[in-house]
């Protein structure tokens, strides 16, 4: 890999991963080892579009700051390119691989190109050396394709009341289950998936979480409630390209079954999808990472010399409202190490305009709104003249509209949306706003995590200032924190 010289390219982020150079796409092998997050991914060693698929590396001590490896998983003559997958520490050697000690193992989708279509297989290899370089094995593959196009993306975790490995796989417009003792030999359990969930095209990345509820009462002496959320992406999941969903239910370590008849959309935004879990990390925390990016323009966006970014790593809760199980994602705690105070201020009155004239481009502004009279407030993001990234909470109709239609640079493919509106009712009117800027993506947590929206911009002018206006009344800004977020990359 060549080394790079400087990471200030006009569109480079600052605080999110990227490659040094070419392209990458859908987080791989997350997994916690011995000190170390590691983060695999897509990625074309040879070119910035899709292509040649390769499994990259980067290392952290602190998920913020990474160090990039070389790559970890390259294709093969016999079984084809590295697709996507998961990895996971086989503590007590059940592979054999690691002569009664423990180690890593990768367990990937194997995509071979043939005359009479693809073939996608499930393959695995193992890392000695903690993760630095791998061994495929020998008996490749472990799962054989039992008759289908797709059919890739394994998920792979212990499941303590089996004893045994689960994996699951995304097949067509499902998912299906396996178990394993040793992760060499696979024992298929069931499906789940085809008469449930958003169905516009292809499903992909799956994932599967226990996670506590939150109690509305912290002095509950019930017993804790759990829940499994089963994750997957449906590759043309709206008009405008990918969405990743949801469904909150219960696993057996044979079968998942959904608590409704219905999924949940994990993130509002166009530009998020493969989000994938860390696996064996310390204090049970649960943290996923998404591709920033969107099928419908994905080998268009205008970055150079790289193309494509990961999301901020995001932990997950299960939150109990009025009786309804919400998901609440939150930029990890970590992220405070990033921050260098710009402006604060508490309990000011806007009835028209507010300004602060910066020109960050990465930065974080975490607020809270008060509201009686007033028919909508807006932010005003990366401004230099006309133009702008307008986030507006409308009070008329409850919704939030993100438009990015003089964000900058946006005709670089037809499919990029100017804007987009989600419906979302405020309780006792006030809003609480957590909004990341990186050059060019926006990650908007509202209400402590239970709304995100995902959106890439390519602002073509430097950012001069950031406003808050409202239109038919005032507002009150209980609290508001702008920070510079310092880069990563030093």
Known sequence: MKEITQYNEKYRPQFHFT????????????????????????????????GPMHWGHAVSNDLVHWQQLPIALEPDEELGMIFSGSAVVDKNDSTGFFNGGSGLVAVYTSHLDTD?????????????????????????????????????????FWHQQTKKWIMIIACDDRVRFYNSKNLKKWEYLSEFGSEIGVHGGVWECPDLIKLEVETEHLNSKSQTEKKWILAVGDSHGRKTGVLTQYFLGEFDGERFSSDYKRSFVIDHGPDIYALQSWSNLPENRKIWIGWMNNIAYMNKIPTDPWRGMMSLPRELALKKDN??????????????????????????????????????????????????????????????????????????????????????????????????????????????????????????????????ISNLVFPQKKSEKISLKTKGGSIKVKSFELYKMNSIWG
């Not at 859908?26 to 899709?50: A, S």
């Not at 930065?363 to 702008?388: A, H, M, P, R």
């Not at 990234?389 to 493919?413: E, L, Q």
Request: proline share 3%; aromatic share 14%; glycine share 4%.
């Open 19 to 50: 490659p040094d150079e070419n392209w990458l796409n859908d987080p791989n092998g997350l997994v916690y080892y011995k000190g170390e997050y590691h983060l695999f991914y897509q990625y074309n060693p040879f070119d910035k579009v899709w």
């Open 116 to 156: 009479n279509g693809p073939i996608e297989q499930q393959s695995i290899a193992y890392s000695r050396d903690r993760g630095r370089t791998w061994v495929k094995y020998k008996d490749n593959p472990v799962i054989k394709n039992y008759g289908v196009k797709d059919f890739r993306d394994p998920k792979v």
């Open 323 to 452: 009786g309804k199980i919400k998901l609440i994602q939150k930029p990890i705690r970590e992220l405070i190490n990033l921050r260098e105070n710009i402006y604060h201020d508490n309990d000011l009155r806007v009835s028209e305009e507010m300004n602060i004239y910066i020109e960050e481009e990465s930065y974080e502004i975490n607020t809270v709104i008060e509201f009686e009279k007033v028919d909508e407030f807006s932010f005003f993001l990366l401004q230099n003249n006309n133009q702008q990234t307008k986030i507006t909470y409308n009070v008329r109709d409850s919704k939030i509209i993100v438009d990015r239609s003089s964000s900058g640079n946006t005709d670089f493919s037809e499919n990029f949306i100017d804007c987009q509106e989600i419906e979302w009712f405020v309780k006792n009117k006030r809003l609480e706003v957590d909004i990341f800027v990186d050059k060019s993506s926006l990650e908007i947590f509202i209400d402590g995590g239970e709304l995100t």
